[in-house]
């Protein structure tokens, strides 16, 4: 419920986790990045990918399987292609360089493909695409992640859950954002409803033994169904053998859990593509098809049930404008995980929270 | 039913398909690769895209809205991307020489990019990642066509239902060969099932008036529903986008029908990209993860009611090793249409249908 949670500027928050990775041992820039990137999940909407996220990733600090002062390495393999070493730091960081790696390839040759290696989980995938968004790029963004989906025909988890994300940048009118998670719903989201024990709708996901269950604790130690049956899983393969097989990273169910494996370093592979827009016209013409796109899809008489049509990203940016002005709504448990962590590190706990709850 | 079916030799179908499209004023070389890939989807088993289509297509040459001898031309835009206008030729020509295109632009490059406009329905999508796999390539195949799925909130077609393609040669097991429409059934299963005057499951499409259908025929006229609800739909849309607007083909449902719309050529799109697979990593190693990978997908335990774990590709594969030996089951219905193109261009019609059957 909204009205039980406290509602947070997203610069205040963004603040905080700065000081709480740079806290942990992260370069100042390094934290004011991925500090932007948790909340900007927050921001629009995404919570699953948010701020809530902190003590998982300070624990893999801590525990040594995530390296808080990568040294990020890029290999240019051709004129359009490089591959990026994350050195095991945070995935976004790894994520971010070399979607600008591949944006500054396709500026020379039209398209860039570069390839990342020893990375860990990069957050919210849609981050990448909107970077090339931003520098007037299309772009794909794929990774793997530790298995959570079974491959077609089995019972236990062999694929990720992990998302792809698709960015095409619009004219005057919406651009197109595409990050979806592989199963029905997002892993994230089963994570999230099993901290507030809350119960998930039949059909998302199976338990450990196989069957299936409305209980998202069980789901989350179980197996997400993939979305669309064969055709999910078929995808899902394809994101581990393009992100995982060809870049030298973890494939085939090697990456390691965030929350249950400390072992060793997750090794999370990333592919992202960059393509200019106007290869094949000029910029203008594209935006003005992007914007006739939309105008026509927009167009389209109404099943039931539905007000208007949006597209894929059109929801998340509303979630934004609205979170702009409301601020970041927080629960409670979100608070105090992120307050013990403040405090261990003894750093300040900011004292609108005080103001606001009754922590 | 098979056994209502004659079956035919898969040289004897492509010699015949051939001397009807060169009987209809093709190029001699050009009849032999559409023939060659018309029966190369009988023989997978995607009968939908198969030598049925055959009526259509002369149809479409007929009315002149196919042209029979395209001059398909390639422009280089970079030394990574190249355009290829179809001049509204079989789509067939225009996809196989953009997907050689790729390839080859991914051999000095490591990835090729090539967009096609000004084409027509290109087949079995299978065929051109099919084709970059025999290559030794990684390959992406996109495109798209007429209105058949409505934009999720719509009630009426406005994407459509062509399938997104992708190819990963493997090592020593098998390759990975995607070929997915974005319906929760393909399109042409639903023809084939209106042109059997066979049923189909709810929950697969919905009839002109926007109601849910299990009459083939109504299905055929209405819309069929995305894969995945929003999530089918938003991948629907990337490949209209990327197939369409990008590169200067019809797109937001401009493209016309195969079968009901004679007007105009199609001017359908197409996206293709090729990867080389040892970018990052020698050649030999990555098979040897390719085979590793499809080893652990094959061992993932067992979900009820499933025997093997198959990678995508390996169920077409089988039909293809099986219709090899036994032949191409052909209905009586497809037999008299190919029969009635055979005799009205004044060609001979192979004995071994007389001798199979009471035509």
Not at 232 to 242: E, H, I, N
Not at 290 to 316: C, H, N, S, W, Y
Request: with cysteine; aromatic share 6%; charged share 20%.
């Amino acid at each position: 419920m909204e009205s039980d949670k406290v509602f947070v500027a997203p610069d205040t928050l963004k603040d905080l986790a700065s000081q709480v990775f740079e806290g942990i041992g992260l370069r100042r820039e390094d934290a004011m990045i991925i500090a932007r990137d948790l909340v900007a999940a927050n921001i629009r909407g995404l919570d699953s990918h948010g701020v809530s996220r902190i003590p998982m990733y300070l624990e893999r600090i801590r525990r040594g399987v995530v390296n808080p002062q990568p040294n990020i390495t890029i290999k240019k393999i051709t004129a359009a292609v490089s591959l990026v070493d994350g050195d095991n730091g945070m995935g976004f960081l790894a994520g971010h360089r070399a979607m600008d790696e591949a944006i500054r390839l396709a500026k020379e040759s039209g398209i860039g493909l570069v390839g990342v290696h020893r990375s860990t989980h990069y957050g919210m995938a849609a981050l990448y695409v909107q970077q090339a968004i931003q520098a007037g790029y299309i772009s794909l963004a794929l990774t793997n992640s530790s298995p959570a989906v079974p491959v077609w025909g089995g019972r236990s988890t062999f694929l990720g859950a992990s998302p792809l994300a698709a960015g095409v940048p619009g004219g005057e009118k919406s651009d197109y954002v595409l990050d979806m998670a592989m199963t029905v719903i997002a892993r994230g989201k089963i994570r999230l409803a099993a901290t507030h024990g809350e119960p998930i709708p039949l059909g998302l996901a199976l338990d450990a033994e196989g069957v299936p269950t409305t209980d998202a604790k069980k789901a989350f130690e179980g197996v997400c169904l993939p979305f669309g049956g064969a055709k999910g899983s078929a995808l899902a393969m394809l994101m581990d053998l393009l992100a995982g097989v060809l870049t030298g990273a973890n494939y085939g169910g090697e990456v390691k859990s965030l929350y249950f494996d400390h072992s060793e370093p997750q090794n999370v592979g990333h592919l992202f593509f960059a393509i200019r827009p106007d290869l094949f016209m000029p910029m203008e013409e594209f935006s003005h098809r992007m914007d006739t796109f939309v105008e026509r899809a927009k167009a389209v008489p109404l099943a039931q049930g539905f007000d208007e049509i949006l597209i894929p990203g059109e929801p998340e940016e509303r979630t934004e404008q609205q979170r702009r002005v409301t601020g970041i709504p927080l629960t409670e448990e979100v608070i105090r995980g992120l307050q013990a962590e403040v405090e261990s590190l003894g750093l300040a706990f900011p004292d609108f929270y005080k103001l606001n709850t009754n922590l």
